[in-house]
Structures are given as C-alpha cells and as structure tokens.
C-alpha cells in the first residue's frame, strides 16, 4: 500500500519558519516527481512547489518564490517543503503528492499526481 505522510505543520508567527517533510512508504518514490499543494478555507486547493526525481529541477508559484525550497532526499524516500518568512496568507493545509510513474518531474497540475498525503496544517498568526 502506497501511503505518503506529511509531517512538520504547526502555529507560527509571521516571518517565522516551518519545514514540512513528507515521508514515502509502501514504493520507492526516489524515481518520481513529486509536488506540494496548498489549500485554505473557502478556497480550491493550489500549487506551491514541485521537484524532478533527480532534484535537479524545481518549481515555485510566484507567491512562494524566493520563501519557500523545496528538495529531497531519496535515500530517505522523504521530500521536503522549507518555508521562511511566513505570511498569514501561507495558512492553509498542506498535501504532498507523487507523480504516477518513474522518472518523471514535478507538475504544476494536481491532475499529474497519482498519490496523496492526507496532509498538515499551516497556521501562521499576526
């Protein structure tokens, strides 16, 4: 069973920073693209960052560009999310997820991705 597990969310003030890390079992995912996603209340789940099997390519909406780095390590089958200088607007639930086959990048689009995690809150206080 494929089972993705976020861990790592939590309160924090803004301009503080989290590292969210998302472990893989069940399948070695060190040879699939893999993404995080957002989604906050009222609103659809969004793109936030996405990282090539290799790790040698990565992907940022604009909104996190510059704040937020993704990376991985594959002899951990882990990714990971690191997030500096929090905006309230950063709030929402956090998913993992893993493209459906080998050797593939990451993807803007959730419709790439063929496993999820359940995910992990985000709140960051004003």
């Known amino acids: 069973q494929v089972q993705l597990v976020e861990s790592g969310g939590g309160l924090v003030q803004v301009g ?6 998302c472990a893989a079992s069940g399948r070695t995912f060190s040879t699939y ?3 995080w996603f957002r989604q906050a209340p009222g609103k659809e789940r969004e793109f936030v960052a996405a990282i ?3 790790g040698g390519i990565t992907n940022y909406a604009d909104s996190v560009k510059g704040r937020f780095t993704i990376s991985r390590d594959n ?3 882990t990714v990971y999310l690191q997030m500096n200088n929090l905006k309230p607007e950063d709030t929402a639930v956090y998913y993992c997820a893993a493209r459906g086959r080998p050797y593939s990048s990451g993807a803007y689009n959730e419709n790439e991705y063929a496993y ?3 995910g992990t809150q985000v709140t960051v206080s004003s």
């Open 33 to 35: 693209g893999m993404g």
């Open 116 to 118: 999820w995690g359940q």
């Open 52 to 54: 090539h099997w290799t």
């Open 75 to 77: 002899a951990k089958n």
């Open 16 to 21: 503080g920073s989290l590292r969210l890390s």
